[in-house]
């Protein structure tokens, strides 16, 4: 029986952080998580009890992003450390494949508004932890 | 006058996070910065109404650490991409020098433990990154 909470999210790019967010949303088996990495050793990543799916492939095939079923998923991420690469993979399933959520992995916060005007949300690593030290700065 | 909330801060390592970091917290004047890389060329990060220092040097030498005030700083950051140095860095600064507060970059977020141990702030940018990934995700 499905939970409420379930959702069906593909992760595209298993380094360091797609890695970690697969691992953190696939817990407890709550999601279902796909994840697409070109680089199989990428999967090393995820832990043992990993219950989600792998596809060692280019994610910005289209017939790699229909093995996905990205047309069912709820929620597209694109965490590779490529902005172009994620910015592409984001359009395709917002514009193509309707992906009612997509977030993506931004490095250069001038591409912002690009995303922004598609309607795809972004999360920036270095500003996000630069507010963080500023804020565990300034608390004192 | 000092304003209340003037902070002296030392930021090692102005890369991305580094670099975006000493802009924030130098904007308005706030607060007084020294950014310390070996690259000169990082330095191009910062803003050109920056009115901090730079130090074009190995923060690893006590004598540059010297030259930039340490003793006197409320406030030591590191954020260079190398975790040991970031490490290095911390310790120098909390034992040597008693610096109030020491935060550091972590990206192997396995180091932890002996971050806290030596009573100092870690901050890893995949972590977080992730926290908001899911935050965004679960959200709707």
Chains 1, 2 share one sequence.
Do not use: W
Not at 53 to 70: P, W
Request: proline letters at 1%; hydrophobic letters at 45%.
């Amino acid at each position: 029986m499905l939970n409420k909470t379930e959702k069906y999210v593909i992760i595209v790019g298993c380094g360091r952080l797609g890695g970690h967010l697969a691992n953190m949303l696939g817990e407890g088996k709550k999601n279902s998580i796909v994840v697409i990495d070109k680089n199989e050793a990428s999967f090393e990543r995820l832990n043992a009890s990993f219950s989600g799916f792998t596809i060692e492939a280019n994610a910005l095939e289209i017939e790699v992003l229909k093995q996905a079923k990205i047309a069912s998923a709820d929620v597209v991420v694109a965490t590779t450390n490529n902005d172009n690469i994620n910015i592409m993979v984001a359009q395709i399933a917002k514009s193509i494949f309707g992906v009612n959520q997509v977030v993506a992995r931004l490095t250069d916060p001038s591409k912002e508004k690009v995303y922004s005007e598609l309607n795809i949300e972004t999360i920036s690593p270095t500003a996000l932890s630069a507010l963080e030290f500023q804020r565990i700065i300034l608390r004192k």
